[in-house]
């Protein structure tokens, strides 16, 4: 017990994680948490899902436990399993377990990317029963009114085989990230990057550029993460054209044409 | 690298041939003489023409130490490229040729003794163009004689040959669409003064003219002086100034690069000595733009009138100047101009200049008004509640009957009928963001693609004119009735057995039953070259593609915790006797099994055989298809390929390629070397029809690909918001039973409704046709990866 309590405070957010909100999320993510309603964030990469959860676990002041999901991730690791220790079996809590225990807020990032049989054990959380069999202890656990569960998924362009099912989605509340308002991503990348006003400024400009070549050659335009990335380059001296070149255009794509065309478009604003 | 080394490299590069040992000595021999940094990157080059010649691949070795006394090390991909190309198309021999001669062949060029031609800077260009326009305006790109634009199409040069270096000659490209970019988005065009407004008063009086109003606003500006030619000109330059400089603020580093051409451009203009001093003043002045500093000197001051017009020029580089200040400023400098001794010549413009196409771009602007508000009247209309109409009798009208059926002419039913005055009309209000409509007090959110439209449309007109909105409460309030005396335009041949097929109509939400025939028919292979000019030209393509989709072939694999199988699953065991100690029931699948996994997808390609695809896009769909297939015989995927077009509702056709149970064989290749564009473009009835087809399959995934250039359309009424909602109504039909559509597509102009018709996500489109069996191959592996 002593353990777990130890793992749980690691997971807490000390001081105030840096977010600009889009729009009503805050306001809608709270009522979500009052009335107990499990969250789902949609939304291209890098356009603040994972910092949301942060600032609203840090605002609501439980711990936060992130689980990046893959196709190998199996029930055991999300719920737990038995170990040996010094000859004896012991029980160790998955952070899915650890989480409802705790009455913290657990994170399922990347939902999708999990295969479909695992995916199936939040059903009950993410319903009015709010409950977390754990089979293997013969248990259910109930979740305590803190506890929140949110998933992450990008709807963008991606394999047809990669769908989150509608016996899933049809349990959350949804809120819709996209990039930022120009005025708000300035400020997000001058604030993250320390990046002066107008660097920031062409920077967004960068990005709302190659926002413009969704599905006309790139699958996805620059994200502000990639913005930040750049930003922080330049602060540290590299000069700015290869510090887009680097952190915004090569990570975009591996196509030559493209690229040499992106890079037409960091000369013309650089 | 020593010379055993490379020699142990090209051994297996070469393997399962093998190499005389005297011939790998002296290929090694050579490598190992190379610079160290540059071994590498030859025996990469090397190993990429091996498997297209080995007689290739030794040439390339044998002339590469003589071409690299003159060759730079990074110009070695594009000169083993070169070389393949001279390989593709004159054999071995030409190959030869051209390494032996390397100086000659390939250096001249890039040395810029010759010129980039538009089709060259192209590729970087569009994507360049299109980033910086945005989605408010569609720019294509042409070449033409100079650089201009109608606001619809950029037009650039044929070729820039003025500098030494490549990359010169493209930063002038670069510079001359950003100038037309920022020419249509700043609106010069736009500028339409009242006949009455100050200005013009003002410049008829002086000259004794009068505006004439049957003309475009700026050719009928520069008609008001005595010379239109010198007012012309004088409005280009001062526009071109004003243009510059929103370059400067918005693009700093494109006029950073641009400020290096221009003492090369000032080097190379031709003094003018005989010139009057109207003349004189104007080259003086267009020197200036390309950053002349030096203003005449202590034998030769520079004339007063040159002082007072760059006075006059000065404010407009300032932010927030619009085009009637290039017309106030222009016909200042006119006066001063005018009031030297003439005559006027006209001295050649400078190369960084754009030229004006007034006519053009009023003629562009006028269709595409008219276009935009026909486009956002019947797309607000579809959102807007329809009237109950009276009119609409449903007797008889979805399904006729038979006797009268084949009597009836296709456009009867879809002409909208004139409005009925006494239908009461909501009142319909536009959202400020253009994000919401109002109707009768409720608020309706607008589809981002009507959003996208309004936008575009207020960007024109500043904002969408409220006549808009009234007329599609109008058409949303009225009633579509027959035309009962059309006449009958065709003569209907039945074919054996056709199949029947609802078509969707959007404005009574419903069916029209039984409503179009579709015809299966049989694509005659052809005999011709296609199939191997084809693997001919993409050979390296088709290698990487072969290897590509090997490595998507479900391999084997481990799966863990399996009752049996081939060995023992470690984690499952540890689980297991801890949950012994535990207590509990230990679970039974402790073995990991080989298993080679069945990726069960099914997939139809449904590709658009209408007139408009004659040509190049033909070309580039057939490629597409004959790579995408060699592709899949590698991976396994089922698939099935039909075309698809016809003629009006009763004549829907369906091209058999290839059947999802067919295998990919020699016949299927000449099927889709003899596709060919036939009529038109109805999208329901194949797409209802290939989901008929899928529903069938038990394949875990199914998709349809469709391949596309541009939106559905037939000969009759089947156009327009009608035949797009159809086909995104047979697009949910298919999702619906689990199908996933996705749709490439090579029209520009898609965006607007194309993910109306798919979703957002389900598309993809093509900037450049020739793209396409490029993309084609790399999309399907995204979707399915
Ligand atoms: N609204 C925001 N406020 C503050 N920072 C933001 C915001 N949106 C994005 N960022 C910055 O962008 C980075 C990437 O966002 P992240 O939350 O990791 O993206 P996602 O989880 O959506 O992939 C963050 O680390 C943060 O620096
Ligand atoms: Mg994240």
Redesign the pocket.
């Known amino acids: 017990m002593e353990y777990a309590e130890q793992k749980i405070e690691e997971h807490r957010i000390t001081s105030q994680p840096?977010?600009?909100p889009?729009g009503d999320e805050v306001v809608i993510a709270r009522a979500a948490y009052r009335n107990r309603l499990p969250l789902l964030l949609k939304?291209p990469?890098?356009?603040?899902?994972?910092?949301?959860m942060q600032y609203l676990a840090w605002e609501l002041a439980r711990p936060l436990i992130t689980v990046s999901c893959h196709d190998d991730l199996s029930t055991g690791d999300l719920v737990g399993r038995f170990l040996i220790k010094g000859g004896e079996a012991v029980w160790v809590d998955g952070p899915l377990t650890l989480a409802v225990k705790a009455g913290a807020i657990c994170y399922l990032d990347e939902v999708v990317e999990a295969r479909k049989d695992t995916t199936v054990v939040i059903h009950p959380l993410a319903d009015d029963r709010r409950e977390l069999p754990i089979e293997k202890l013969g248990e259910l656990l109930l979740a305590p009114p803190e506890f929140m569960l949110a998933v992450?998924y990008n709807p963008g362009y991606q394999s047809v085989l990669k769908d989150l099912k509608q016996s899933t989605r049809q349990r959350f509340v949804a809120l819709e990230?996209r990039y930022?308002a120009a005025a708000v991503e300035e400020e997000?990348v001058q604030t993250?990057a320390g990046v002066d006003r107008e660097l920031a400024h062409t920077l967004v400009k960068l990005a709302a550029m190659t926002r413009n070549l969704k599905d006309a050659g790139l699958t996805e335009g620059a994200s502000?993460?990639l913005l930040?990335h750049a930003g922080r380059l330049m602060t540290d001296g590299i000069p700015p054209r290869q510090a887009c070149q680097v952190a915004i255009t090569e990570p975009l794509t591996d196509d030559h044409e493209m690229l040499a065309a992106l890079d037409e478009m960091v000369r013309s604003l650089f | 690298m020593d010379a055993d080394a490379i020699s142990e490299r090209l051994r297996r590069i070469t393997a399962p041939d093998v190499l005389n040992e005297w011939e790998l000595e002296e290929q090694a021999a050579t490598v190992a003489a190379l610079p160290e940094p540059l071994q590498d990157e030859v025996l990469r080059h090397y190993q990429a023409i091996w498997p297209v010649s080995h007689g290739l691949a030794a040439l390339f070795l044998h002339h590469l130490p003589q071409a690299l006394t003159c060759l730079a090390p990074e110009q070695l991909g594009d000169w083993t490229k070169a070389a393949l190309a001279a390989y593709e198309q004159h054999g071995l021999r030409g190959a030869d040729l051209f390494l032996a001669e390397t100086e000659k062949n390939f250096l001249c060029r890039l040395r810029g003794e010759s010129a980039l031609p538009f089709a060259a800077a192209l590729p970087r260009l569009r994507p360049y163009v299109h980033a910086l326009a945005g989605p408010l305006h569609d720019l294509d790109l042409a070449p033409a004689t100079s650089a201009a634009t109608d606001t619809a199409t950029l037009f650039l040069p044929r070729e820039i040959g003025l500098f030494k270096e490549e990359r010169q000659n493209f930063l002038l490209y670069k510079l001359l669409a950003s100038l037309l970019w920022a020419q249509v988005a700043s609106g010069t065009y736009r500028w339409a003064p009242a006949p009455t407004a100050d200005l013009i008063q003002e410049v008829a009086a002086r000259y004794g003219s009068r505006p004439d109003e049957g003309l475009p606003a700026l050719i009928a500006y520069f008609r008001l002086f005595p010379q239109p030619a010198l007012a012309e000109e004088l409005f280009v330059l001062t526009e071109t100034v004003r243009l510059l400089a929103l370059l400067q603020r918005e693009l700093p580093g494109l006029m950073r690069d641009a400020a290096a051409l221009f003492p090369l451009l000032l080097a190379q203009r031709p003094p003018f000595p005989e010139a009057s001093d109207q003349a004189s003043v104007m080259e003086q002045l267009k020197r200036h733009l390309i950053g002349e500093t030096k203003v005449g000197d202590a034998n030769n001051p520079a004339p007063p009138a040159l002082a007072a017009a760059g006075e006059l020029l000065l404010p407009l580089a300032r932010a927030g100047t619009t085009p009637a200040d290039t017309a106030h400023a222009a016909a200042r400098l006119y006066e001063i101009i005018a009031a030297l001794p003439g005559p006027y010549q006209a001295t050649p413009p400078l190369p960084c200049a754009i030229s004006f196409r007034p006519a053009e771009a009023l003629a562009v602007r006028t269709r595409r008004q008219h276009e935009e508000k026909t486009r956002f009247i019947t797309a607000l209309a579809a959102l807007l509640p329809s009237a109950a109409s009276p009119e609409t009798g449903e007797t008889g009208e979805d399904r006729p009957p038979p006797a009268a059926r084949h009597q009836e002419a296709d456009t009867a039913l879809l002409l909208p009928g004139l409005a009925e005055t006494e239908i009461p009309r909501p009142t319909v209000l536009l959202g400020q963001g253009l994000e919401t409509v109002t109707i009768d007090n409720q608020s309706l959110a607008l589809p981002p693609e009507l959003q996208r439209l309004g936008q575009r449309i207020a960007a024109d007109l500043g904002q969408v004119p409220p006549e808009y909105v009234a007329a599609a409460a109008g058409l949303a309030g009225s009633s579509y009735h027959p035309h009962a005396s059309s006449p009958i335009t065709e003569e209907i041949v039945i074919p054996p057995t056709p199949l029947t097929y609802d078509e969707w109509d959007f404005r009574r939400n419903g069916f029209r039953k039984d409503w179009c025939l579709l015809h299966e028919k049989e694509i005659l292979p052809t005999k011709g070259t296609f199939i191997e000019t084809v693997s001919r030209k993409h050979r390296g393509l088709l290698l990487r593609l072969r290897r590509q989709f090997e490595m998507m072939r479900p391999g084997e694999r481990f799966v863990r915790r399996q009752r049996d199988g081939n060995d023992l699953d470690l984690d499952a065991i540890i689980e297991a006797l801890a949950d012994t100690q535990a207590g509990q029931a230990p679970s039974d699948r402790l073995f990991v099994r080989l298993r080679r996994d069945q990726r069960q997808i099914a997939v139809v390609f449904l590709v658009d055989m209408s007139s408009s695809t004659e040509g190049w896009v033909s070309t580039a769909i057939k490629e597409s298809l004959f790579l995408m297939c060699e592709s899949l015989a590698v991976l396994g995927d089922t698939y099935a390929v039909y075309g698809f077009s016809g003629m009006r509702r009763l004549r829907s056709e369906l091209y058999h390629v290839k059947h999802l149970d067919e295998p990919y064989n020699d016949l299927v290749k000449a099927k889709i070397a003899a596709i060919a564009p036939q009529e038109y473009t109805r999208m329901g009835p194949p797409l209802r029809h290939i989901t008929r087809l899928l529903t069938a399959s038990d394949a875990k995934a199914r998709l349809i690909v469709t391949l596309s250039d541009g939106k559905p359309e037939d000969y009759d009424d089947y156009k327009g918001e009608y035949a797009i909602e159809d086909t995104r109504h047979a697009l949910i039909e298919a999702k619906n039973l689990g199908i996933h559509p996705f749709c490439i597509t090579i029209d520009q102009q898609a965006h607007d409704y194309i993910a109306h018709m798919y979703g957002e996500v389900n598309y993809i489109v093509i900037d450049d046709v020739r793209s396409l069996p490029n993309r084609m191959p790399e999309i399907y592996r995204t979707l399915t990866g």
Do not use: A, D, N, V
């Open positions: 840096f977010y600009l889009q939304g990469t890098g356009c603040g899902k994972s910092r949301f992450s990230f930022p997000i993250e502000t993460r930040i």
